[in-house]
C-alpha cells in the first residue's frame, strides 16, 4: 500500500522563478493538503483540496496556488519565488474532509531551495 | 485549534522513559488532543490521540487528567530512533477539513 509519493525530492531554484511540486496520496484517500516547514519551524498549513476545489486556504500570499487532478493527485504552484521560500513542503492525504487530527499520511516533502 | 505549549526540547539517555507535557488550557469539550512524530527530513507521523484519562499503543501512552487542561506524551524505555520532533495537536474531530496546525513542537535528543 502505497503512502505520500513526493516529487521531486529535492530543487533549486533562482528568485522570480515559478516551481510547481507533485503529490500523489495515499491509496484511499481522496483529500490533499500542503504545508511549507521553514527550518527549525512547525508545518504551516497552505491549503487543502477535495473534490478538485480549494476548500481551506491559510495565511499564504496568492503567488501559492495549486491544483487537484480528477486521480486525487495534487500540484503546489509557487510564482515570483523569493528568497523566503525556502523550506520543505510537505503534502498530507487524508480521506474525506471530515478527517480527524490523526487521520493524515505526510509524504517526506519537497526540499526547496531558492538562490 | 487550540493553542498549545510544549517545552522546546528535551534530553534523555537510551533506556529512560520520557514524558513530553503539553499545556492547552483553552481546550474545548469537542477537542481531541492528538500527538505527531517527526524525523529529519521527513513529514509527521501520527502517534496517538485520546480525548480523556488513559490511551496506550504499541508506540506510546497518553495520558490527560480530568480537566483536560494537558496531557503528557509517555515514551516508554526509549532508543536513539526515538530521537525526533514531536508535536501536540488539540482540535475538533467533527469539524469538517480540519487543518493541522503544528507549533513548534518539542525535539527529544536521545543519547547513548
Known amino acids: 500500500d502505497a503512502g505520500v509519493t513526493q516529487s521531486p525530492t529535492h530543487l533549486i531554484k533562482t528568485r522570480g522563478q515559478q516551481v510547481t511540486l507533485r503529490c500523489s496520496p495515499k491509496?484511499?484517500?481522496?483529500?490533499v493538503s500542503w504545508y511549507q516547514q521553514a527550518l527549525g519551524q512547525g508545518p504551516q498549513f497552505i491549503f487543502q483540496?477535495?473534490?478538485?476545489?480549494?476548500?481551506q486556504r491559510g495565511n499564504f500570499p496568492d503567488r501559492f496556488s495549486g491544483h487537484q487532478f480528477p486521480n486525487y493527485s495534487s500540484e503546489l504552484n509557487v510564482n515570483a519565488l523569493l528568497l523566503g521560500d525556502s523550506a520543505l513542503y510537505l503534502c498530507?492525504?487524508?480521506?474525506?474532509?471530515?478527517?480527524?487530527?490523526?487521520?493524515?499520511?505526510f509524504g517526506s516533502g519537497t526540499r526547496l531551495t531558492v538562490v | 485549534l487550540a493553542k498549545t505549549t510544549q517545552p522546546i526540547s528535551m534530553d534523555s539517555y537510551e533506556g529512560q522513559e520520557v514524558n513530553i507535557t503539553c499545556s492547552h488550557n483553552?481546550?474545548?469539550?469537542?477537542?481531541?488532543i492528538t500527538w505527531y512524530q517527526q524525523f529529519p527530513s521527513q513529514g509527521p507521523r501520527f502517534i496517538i490521540q485520546?480525548?480523556?484519562t488513559k490511551v496506550t499503543n504499541e508506540v506510546a501512552s497518553l495520558f490527560i487528567p480530568a480537566d483536560r487542561k494537558s496531557s503528557t506524551l509517555s515514551l516508554p524505555r526509549v532508543s536513539l530512533s526515538d530521537t525526533a520532533v514531536y508535536y501536540c495537536?488539540?482540535?475538533?474531530?467533527?469539524?469538517?477539513?480540519?487543518?493541522?496546525?503544528f507549533g513548534k513542537g518539542t525535539t527529544l535528543s536521545v543519547s547513548s
Open positions: 498530507a492525504s487524508s480521506l474525506g474532509q471530515a478527517s480527524t487530527l490523526g487521520g493524515y499520511t
Open positions: 491509496s484511499g484517500h481522496d483529500t
Open positions: 483540496y477535495y473534490e478538485e476545489e480549494e476548500r
Open positions: 483553552n481546550i474545548a469539550t469537542n477537542d481531541y
Open positions: 485520546g480525548y480523556k
Open positions: 495537536l488539540v482540535g475538533d474531530m467533527d469539524q469538517a477539513g480540519t487543518a493541522l496546525i
